[in-house]
């Protein structure tokens, strides 16, 4: 069965950087897009990054542009989101997202406090 593990969550300082990964298995990865959403208290979960099958397109949340990207590597089954200049308004926990199962993560969650 389609199975995504999240990974690399944790408490930041204001400006930090963190790193997400999401092992995925049971599908045939390559073939598909995945994206990573994220949650916050009290509020409805939104898309952050999405990366087509083969990584050529990607795409954004207008408030992380410029901040974070997405990548993925097909070989190993995993997509990650590299995570700069890292504000509080990111406090959310993050998901790993495939569409075409409607499959997610069990989340990992990234604080970002001083």
């Known amino acids: 069965q389609v199975q995504l593990v999240e990974s690399g969550g944790g408490l930041v300082q204001p400006g930090g950087s963190l790193t997400l990964s999401c092992a995925a298995s049971g599908f045939a990865f390559k073939n598909y897009g995945m994206s990573w959403y994220r949650q916050a208290p009290g509020k409805e979960r939104v898309m952050v990054a999405r990366i087509s099958s083969a990584g050529g397109i990607r795409s954004y949340a207008d408030s992380v542009k410029g901040r974070f990207t997405i990548s993925r590597d097909n070989a190993k089954n995993t997509v990650s989101l590299q995570m700069n200049s890292l504000k509080p308004e990111d406090t959310a926990v993050y998901y790993c997202?495939?569409?075409?199962?409607?499959?997610w993560g069990q989340g990992t969650q990234v604080t970002v406090s001083s």
């Open positions: 997202y495939v569409q075409r199962f409607d499959s």
